[in-house]
């Protein structure tokens, strides 16, 4: 070294540290193969040891956390396993099986001789799984707004409607139409098949495939027909929506016809049946058959009858009642206007029930006949007593009239009927008690026993038993106006089985409409036997019906256009006041004509009433004895009897007067 340079600084290479100084990366590291140097605490210093945590405490913890989810876990497998296993079985039974009510099949109604007046075909329910019209099932956003579009006009519903019950929720079936025809679900099925073959090709094109028509389906139910439309629609009603009797006998006779429904059960998924899951179930259990004793073609020529009179008169309705006199049995009961219980969107309300039994009416001169029943019971008089009838009669507070002016009549009492005087009638029946309110009961018991004011005996849906007033509530025109037919009300089939019982020699039998049923079985059980009433004597009854026969056979007769060739009738017209429905004041006229044939050995009654005829003749005789004669004429020869060949009685209808105008018993000797 020259004594020209320094001397040289040993500096620490990299790899020795120097005293004091932290190695490279910061840490005091000893070089290698040198013991690193042991650092002494400070004097007054404890020194300080680094030692591992215990893992123990967070095992435990880690195993009560464990412990406790598992615990949770075995109280909830308790729970659904053993305390709510009957709630999850059902839940569980419901979503896979599917129970369904199994239709009756309803009876059928017939005529007397087993034509079918109202019966059931197939037919099918409209059904519909909502869960597969949500977007996710049907790949559509709108399947119940197009499916309720698509089905709208054939179902003949509301689209509207149909959309919300397609959204109904929590459900897996609901109906969207019931007994509808084969022909409706085939044009359903139709597009359905379109649909389904649109879905499939839409997939194969990478579409989402949607179908809106896959969740509708059809279950097997009957359907009401009425093969002869709106033949006999009053008497057999109809059924409603839901299948069930909603008027007439359909009502009437439910639980009988109406069977009882049954039940199944079956397993399903997706909304479908598994056919290989079985089933379970009660079977249905067929309604009984009803057979009337309506006769078809004797109820078509009534109601085609009564039918052309009201339009041609113009009037607001009419009735025609056809009984059996020796059984009580009603072979027709005719209303027009009518309506068809096979479409009931056409039918007038009005129309809709049945008015021979519904409507009740003051009657006119057809109740006279009751008014000389009891004064020939009575033993007041006889068919021949004499009666002088003046133009007009002063009673009470009125002043009485016939229906016609004329000059005092000289009549016989059955010339009193013949002529259908009211004033004739009231002297008459002035004789059946020694005081007017005496004489008033008298014949208020015939009015009752005749059937007036009480319940027919039909037990019909909604029948009228008439008006009638006790004789002490009578008021001063009434007991003089009720002996001829005004003051009181009844309906046609009353007014019918008056006349019936007449024919029948005076013994009253309760009307019937239904001669049995047959149940599943096919074994005929007949109804019961119609009570049977003696209202008069048989020998008042055979005079009656001579008296009833002048009616029709005499000249001077009111009848003379119900007259029959070949046979005897007997008969009785009848024009009345009519009160108006709408005011309650008397407005028009009731027509009307009721008569049994043969007379000498009657067998058919017949009875016919017109409501307001308002075009040509308001008569009863003139209106309803033409409809008479047509449906006595038909009924004869469809129940095939015959004439009897014998003459008419031929009772006198007036006498000359003379010095023995007055005898004892004559009607006019008393007030």
Not at 72 to 88: G, P, S
Not at 132 to 152: G, I, R, V
Not at 218 to 234: M, Q, T
Not at 585 to 611: E, H
Request: glycine share 10%.
């Amino acid at each position: 070294m020259s004594p020209q340079e320094p001397p040289r600084r040993k500096v620490p290479g990299p790899g020795r540290p120097g005293p004091g100084r932290p190695g490279p990366g910061g840490t005091d590291r000893p070089r290698p193969g040198t013991r690193p140097a042991t650092r002494r605490p400070p004097a007054g210093r404890t020194p300080h040891t680094i030692r591992l945590g215990s893992p123990r405490p967070r095992l435990r913890l880690v195993g009560v956390g464990l412990a406790l989810v598992m615990l949770a876990f075995v109280v909830r497998l308790l729970q659904v396993q053993a305390v709510d296993a009957a709630t999850y079985s059902a839940k569980a039974s419901e979503n896979r099986f599917a129970s369904y009510t199994l239709a009756a099949e309803r009876g059928e109604i017939t005529d007397r001789r087993g034509v079918a007046l109202a019966t059931s075909v197939d037919a099918y329910d409209i059904t519909a799984d909502p869960k597969m019209f949500t977007p996710q099932e049907s790949k559509a956003p709108d399947a119940p707004e197009q499916a309720a579009a698509l089905l709208a006009p054939i179902l003949n519903a509301d689209a509207g409607e149909l959309t919300a019950r397609l959204k109904t929720k929590n459900t897996r079936y609901v109906v969207l139409a019931r007994r509808q025809t084969p022909q409706v679900w085939n044009q359903i099925k139709d597009l359905k098949r379109v649909f389904a073959e649109k879905a499939i090709a839409d997939k194969r094109n990478n579409g989402p495939g949607a179908n809106v028509l896959a969740g509708v389906f059809n279950e097997d139910s009957s359907k009401r027909v009425y093969p002869g439309g709106d033949l006999a629609a009053g008497i057999l009603g109809y059924v409603n929506a839901e299948g069930k009797g909603a008027g007439g006998m359909e009502s009437a006779l439910d639980r009988k016809l109406a069977g009882k429904d049954g039940t199944i059960t079956y397993a399903q998924s997706g909304g479908r049946r598994v056919p290989t899951a079985g089933s379970s179930g009660k079977p249905a259990v067929p309604g009984e058959d009803v057979e009337l004793t309506i006769d078809r073609d004797i109820q078509w020529a009534a109601q085609s009858a009564i039918t052309e009179q009201v339009q041609k008169s113009e009037a607001d309705r009419g009735y025609v009642v056809v009984q059996d006199t020796r059984t009580g049995e009603v072979l027709a009961m005719a209303n027009a206007p009518g309506f068809d219980p096979n479409d009931l969107s056409r039918a007038s309300s009005a129309a809709m029930g049945n008015a021979a039994l519904q409507d009740v009416y003051e009657p006119g001169s057809t109740a006279k006949v009751i008014s000389m029943a009891a004064v020939l019971e009575e033993k007041k008089a006889t068919a021949d007593t004499r009666v002088e009838v003046p133009n007009r009669l002063h009673r009470g507070d009125r002043l009485f009239k016939d229906d016609i002016d004329h000059p005092t009549w000289y009549l016989t009492l059955n010339g009193v009927l013949a002529k259908s005087s009211n004033i004739g009638t009231i002297l008459a029946t002035g004789q059946l008690g020694a005081t007017q309110p005496e004489a008033n009961k008298v014949l208020y018991s015939y009015l009752t026993k005749f059937g007036i004011g009480q319940p027919t005996g039909l037990n019909y849906p909604g029948e009228s038993r008439g008006i009638l007033a006790r004789p002490e509530a009578w008021s001063t025109s009434q007991q003089y106006t009720i002996p001829f037919g005004q003051g009181l009300s009844l309906n046609a089939m009353q007014a019918a089985s008056v006349y019936s019982t007449i024919a029948n020699g005076g013994v009253r039998i309760e009307p019937t409409l239904v001669r049995g049923t047959k149940g599943p079985d096919g074994r005929f059980t007949p109804a019961p036997a119609p009570e049977q009433t003696r209202v008069i004597s048989r020998e008042t009854a055979k005079t009656l019906s001579e008296m009833l026969e002048s009616v029709v056979d005499d000249q001077e007769g009111t009848g003379t256009k119900a007259r029959i060739p070949g046979y005897r009738v007997g008969g009785k017209t009848g024009t009345s006041n009519r009160v108006d429905p709408a005011t309650g004041r008397y407005k028009g006229y009731t027509a009307s004509f009721a008569g049994f044939a043969p007379a000498d050995n009657p067998r058919i009654t017949v009875y016919c009433a017109v409501q307001n005829p308002t075009k040509g003749s308001y008569f009863g005789g003139q209106v309803c004895g033409p409809i008479y004669k047509k449906v006595m004429e038909f009924a004869l020869k469809t129940l095939q009897v015959a004439p009897t060949g014998s003459a008419p009685a031929g009772l006198p209808v007036t006498y000359e007067p003379g010095p023995r105008a007055t005898p004892q018993n004559s009607p006019q000797s008393g007030r």
